[in-house]
């Protein structure tokens, strides 16, 4: 199982966990859900207690990742395999992404 912290301008917001390859879970922060000030980190996540489940990883976060040759490069320089998506968006999401989110592994 791994895990990523969700940040969404620099603020903590949730959890992302892969269970398995056909497994992902995300959930919001409690203190992040509840101030209401906070917004969504996308409109497919809507801000909820309860936790969502999908059989892939979750299109929001998967279009964070590169395509193409890009990331067959990407790939090839982190030696992380092509398919393993979860993976790159750990290695390559971490600081200079478009838009407001960004992860940190959870060891």
Known sequence: MRKLAIYRNKEYAGTLTEESWEKYVFK??????????????????????MEYHSP???????????????????????????????GLLSATAQYDTIGAITVKTIE
């Open 56 to 86: 892939v990883l979750f299109p929001f976060f998967f279009n964070m990742l590169s395509e193409g040759v890009n990331r067959q490069l990407q790939s090839r320089l982190l030696k992380i395999d092509e398919q393993d998506h979860f």
């Open 28 to 49: 919001y922060d409690d203190a992040y859900y509840g101030n209401t000030l906070k917004p969504a980190v996308s409109l497919t996540l809507p801000k909820s207690q």
